[in-house]
């Protein structure tokens, strides 16, 4: 299952669903894909419904892991200078 919720992301990664891979697209979002288990879909279903249970020094310490990789991501797709995915200007 491929996904760009990063709350999502936590609740799975703080259950120990096997990341697979991560990857920046064109507009500097970071997808993450985990494994498709029968975990990873009851958890995902009850992330969804607002029923998810989580140990919360788990939840904080896999978003602590996924901070740090999307900072990591990030940095190598734009080097050190500050990257302005923010201050992009849509084109109406």
């Known amino acids: 299952m491929k996904t760009k919720d990063f709350g999502l992301s936590c609740?799975?990664?703080?259950?120990?669903?096997?990341?697979?891979?991560?990857?920046?697209?064109d507009r500097g979002q970071v997808w993450i894909e985990f494994k498709d288990t029968d975990t990873l879909k009851t958890l995902e279903r009850a992330f969804y419904n607002g029923t998810a249970q989580v140990n919360l020094a788990d939840y904080l310490s896999a978003h602590r892991m996924l901070k740090t990789l999307i900072f990591q991501l990030r940095r190598e797709a734009y080097g050190d200078r500050e990257y302005e995915l923010h201050s992009r200007r849509t084109a109406y």
């Open 11 to 25: 609740l799975l990664a703080s259950n120990q669903c096997e990341m697979t891979s991560q990857e920046l697209d």
